[in-house]
């Protein structure tokens, strides 16, 4: 209610209560929402209707993964020793006991989160909807769930054996498969915006509603929130993987998160690539983007179990190889998580060289550009390549497929660009083949001339591997001599198999993206997200050569840039060595 009298202070207006019944775009990018009230005209919307989201979601289309979740906590009568103290206890979350505990007046609050096997979905509600009339009613509690971690929370807390309980509360919470909320504006359907699957409820709602504010206000977010954009989900996050993950994050919720971290549940999804069944035995996949991806390939002799930890772990032997493999020899990694998107159309070059800082490569060329923000600041790190004239290929990480196809898309109905924009990132397959001896096993495969003079580095062309068509691209984020081969799907393995036997001469072999990503830091490649985000600009982190202030253009960013470039920088990205027995720096740690 407090909020709700502070919106009012400054103009909202609250309806109440007001059950969306419909929502319809008008041709002017607005919205008309239709309720008890009457039609509201809206120039955007914000889905924030929690247990409701993902119904409101489904009247445009979108089948928001949001799920209820059986939440149980346990408030005690006045508890002497509680009653007594001088000031308010804290609020104490114990991890390996699964619970939260805080101070209710005189009493105590405490809240366990049991194990996926125990824990409860409301998953009729995903199914039928949720029934006509709910509001604040509550589910019927079960104290024997939650009793070995009422016991465990005693053993800590003495004082609750001999409390009284006088409320055992079973409520709704709202979750998604990470348990991370879905916040900002949504690919798919223009000024439509998300704040759904708060799992921790209202204590989000301040934070929350100024970051939107400032978005809207602004036309950026005011700081990087990415693990929260509602873009990391697509079609691929149906309803039997949302449940296992939703069961999986609850029962998780007070573990310890570790470095590189990975979670098994409802894996894998409908996004593998052309040679998962091929690599699957043979490595320690990841997760990205709903894709399966190698981390990194066992040999014989390897503990090949899953072993997250803070220090070296098992995987750090075989990445060094797999790193040596791409620096001596030559080896393969599977890359199709990439986000893939054609744009072409009369008014492609318009588009992209209003959306992008670089100038566009010319036909058959490729190059890095980068996105930006109003204020300067990087929104996204693209690989461009132009096939035909107005007819281009932009690559993006597989974490940021929708999201930066979202920042597209939205750009290209704002200034009214006659284009056409296509998702083919599950069409289309990705190989990336690096190393010395790369050139050596491409050329055996092929009578496209892959020399140095006759395929340059940047160079896009259209080749035959094996009998089989697919687009070359002279690039690789190894720093090494390669190639990223683009395929259809369904050729993806006869291509892959066509490459081993080609080089088994040349020492041929897998790699996965640790030894990637181990490779791009010794070359000093920036990686969006890391690096490079929406909290930094291209200069701070060493970008310049990508970034044109001079093109006729007017990039956004542009302006902010040169006022920033002309101020002067206050920091820059600096790459160090730190010396270290078995624990290595994961990024984001402070330096003392």
């Not at 090949?304 to 772990?313: A, L």
């Not at 202030?549 to 002309?566: H, M």
């Given at each position: 209610?407090a909020?709700?009298?502070?919106?009012?202070?400054?103009?909202a207006?609250?309806?109440?209560?007001?059950?969306v019944t419909?929502?319809?775009?008008?041709?002017?990018?607005?919205?008309d929402?239709?309720t008890?009230?009457?039609?509201?005209?809206?120039?955007?919307?914000?889905n924030?209707?929690?247990?409701?989201?993902?119904?409101?979601?489904?009247?445009?289309?979108?089948?928001?993964p949001?799920?209820?979740?059986?939440?149980?906590?346990?408030v005690?009568a006045?508890?002497p020793?509680?009653?007594?103290?001088?000031?308010?206890?804290a609020?104490i979350?114990?991890?390996?006991?699964?619970y939260?505990l805080?101070?209710e007046r005189?009493?105590?609050?405490f809240?366990?989160?049991e194990?996926m096997?125990?824990m409860?979905l409301?998953?009729?509600?995903?199914t039928?909807?949720?029934?006509p009339?709910?509001g604040?009613e509550?589910?019927e509690?079960?104290?024997d769930?939650?009793?070995?971690?009422?016991?465990m929370?005693m053993?800590?807390i003495?004082?609750?054996?001999?409390?009284?309980?006088i409320?055992?509360v079973s409520?709704?919470?709202?979750?998604?498969?990470?348990?991370?909320p879905m916040?900002g504006?949504?690919?798919?359907?223009?000024?439509?915006?998300?704040?759904i699957?708060?799992?921790?409820g209202?204590i989000?709602?301040?934070?929350?509603g100024?970051?939107?504010s400032?978005?809207?206000?602004?036309?950026?977010?005011?700081?990087?929130?990415?693990?929260?954009?509602?873009?990391r989900?697509?079609?691929?996050?149906?309803v039997l993987?949302?449940?296992?993950?939703?069961?999986?994050?609850y029962?998780?919720?007070?573990?310890?998160?570790?470095?590189?971290?990975?979670?098994?549940?409802?894996?894998?999804?409908?996004?593998?690539?052309?040679v998962y069944?091929?690599?699957?035995d043979?490595?320690?996949?990841?997760?990205?983007?709903?894709?399966e991806?190698?981390?990194?390939?066992?040999?014989p002799?390897?503990?090949?179990?899953?072993?997250?930890?803070f220090?070296?772990?098992n995987?750090f032997?075989?990445?060094?190889?797999?790193?040596?493999?791409?620096?001596e020899?030559?080896?393969?990694?599977?890359?199709?998580?990439?986000?893939k998107f054609?744009?072409?159309?009369k008014d492609?070059?318009?588009?992209?060289d209003?959306?992008?800082?670089n100038?566009m490569?010319?036909?058959?060329?490729?190059?890095?550009?980068?996105m930006?923000?109003?204020?300067?600041?990087?929104?996204?790190?693209?690989?461009?390549t132009?096939l035909?004239?107005?007819e281009?290929?932009?690559?993006?990480?597989?974490g940021s497929?929708?999201?930066?196809l979202?920042w597209i898309?939205?750009?290209?109905?704002?200034?009214s660009?006659?284009v056409?924009i296509?998702?083919?990132?599950?069409d289309?397959?990705v190989?990336?083949?690096?190393?010395?001896?790369?050139?050596?096993?491409?050329?055996?495969?092929?009578d496209?001339d892959?020399?140095?003079a006759?395929?340059k580095?940047l160079?896009?062309?259209?080749?035959q591997?094996a009998g089989?068509?697919?687009?070359?691209i002279?690039?690789?984020y190894?720093?090494?001599?390669?190639?990223?081969?683009?395929?259809?799907?369904k050729?993806m393995?006869?291509v892959?198999q066509?490459?081993?036997?080609?080089?088994?001469?040349?020492?041929?072999?897998?790699?996965?993206t640790?030894?990637m990503?181990?490779?791009?830091?010794?070359?000093g490649?920036?990686?969006?997200g890391?690096?490079?985000n929406?909290?930094?600009?291209?200069?701070?982190a060493g970008?310049?050569?990508?970034?044109?202030l001079?093109k006729?253009?007017?990039?956004?960013?542009?302006?902010?840039?040169?006022e920033?470039?002309?101020k002067?920088?206050?920091?820059?990205?600096?790459?160090?060595?730190?010396?270290?027995?078995?624990?290595?720096?994961?990024?984001n740690e402070t330096i003392?």
């Amino acid at each position: 209610m407090a909020l709700a009298a502070g919106a009012r202070m400054y103009g909202a207006q609250i309806y109440n209560p007001a059950p969306v019944t419909g929502l319809a775009p008008t041709a002017d990018g607005k919205w008309d929402v239709q309720t008890p009230h009457g039609t509201i005209r809206a120039n955007r919307i914000v889905n924030t209707a929690g247990f409701w989201a993902r119904e409101v979601g489904q009247m445009i289309g979108f089948d928001h993964p949001t799920i209820p979740v059986h939440h149980q906590y346990v408030v005690t009568a006045t508890v002497p020793e509680v009653k007594a103290l001088k000031k308010e206890l804290a609020v104490i979350r114990d991890l390996e006991s699964s619970y939260y505990l805080r101070q209710e007046r005189d009493g105590l609050l405490f809240g366990p989160y049991e194990k996926m096997e125990k824990m409860v979905l409301q998953d009729s509600w995903v199914t039928d909807g949720v029934p006509p009339g709910f509001g604040k009613e509550l589910f019927e509690s079960d104290l024997d769930r939650i009793m070995e971690h009422v016991e465990m929370a005693m053993e800590m807390i003495p004082v609750l054996k001999n409390a009284d309980i006088i409320n055992i509360v079973s409520g709704p919470i709202t979750y998604t498969p990470d348990l991370l909320p879905m916040v900002g504006p949504h690919q798919g359907a223009h000024n439509y915006w998300t704040a759904i699957g708060f799992g921790y409820g209202i204590i989000h709602a301040g934070g929350i509603g100024k970051f939107l504010s400032d978005w809207m206000i602004n036309g950026e977010p005011p700081y990087d929130l990415i693990e929260c954009d509602p873009n990391r989900y697509g079609k691929w996050t149906d309803v039997l993987f949302m449940c296992a993950k939703a069961r999986e994050s609850y029962g998780f919720n007070n573990v310890v998160g570790y470095p590189k971290e990975e979670r098994f549940a409802g894996r894998p999804t409908c996004r593998t690539s052309g040679v998962y069944e091929l690599l699957k035995d043979k490595a320690s996949m990841g997760f990205h983007a709903g894709w399966e991806q190698p981390h990194w390939f066992y040999k014989p002799g390897d503990d090949v179990e899953y072993k997250p930890s803070f220090r070296r772990t098992n995987w750090f032997k075989p990445v060094g190889r797999e790193c040596k493999l791409v620096m001596e020899k030559v080896g393969i990694i599977d890359l199709t998580p990439f986000g893939k998107f054609i744009v072409k159309g009369k008014d492609s070059l318009k588009l992209l060289d209003r959306l992008f800082a670089n100038n566009m490569p010319k036909v058959g060329q490729t190059n890095i550009s980068h996105m930006l923000t109003p204020t300067g600041r990087v929104f996204a790190e693209v690989t461009i390549t132009q096939l035909t004239p107005g007819e281009f290929l932009l690559i993006t990480g597989s974490g940021s497929e929708l999201h930066d196809l979202r920042w597209i898309e939205t750009e290209a109905v704002n200034g009214s660009y006659d284009v056409d924009i296509s998702n083919v990132t599950e069409d289309m397959g990705v190989l990336g083949i690096a190393g010395p001896n790369s050139r050596k096993v491409l050329q055996k495969m092929t009578d496209t001339d892959m020399s140095d003079a006759g395929f340059k580095f940047l160079q896009c062309k259209s080749i035959q591997l094996a009998g089989i068509p697919l687009r070359a691209i002279r690039i690789s984020y190894t720093g090494e001599l390669g190639w990223e081969l683009y395929i259809d799907q369904k050729n993806m393995a006869a291509v892959y198999q066509a490459m081993m036997e080609a080089g088994k001469g040349e020492g041929i072999d897998n790699f996965g993206t640790y030894a990637m990503s181990s490779l791009r830091l010794e070359k000093g490649f920036r990686g969006w997200g890391a690096e490079m985000n929406c909290d930094t600009n291209p200069l701070e982190a060493g970008l310049d050569y990508f970034i044109k202030l001079n093109k006729p253009a007017d990039f956004i960013g542009k302006a902010a840039l040169q006022e920033i470039k002309a101020k002067g920088l206050k920091r820059k990205l600096s790459y160090i060595t730190v010396d270290t027995d078995d624990i290595d720096p994961e990024g984001n740690e402070t330096i003392w």
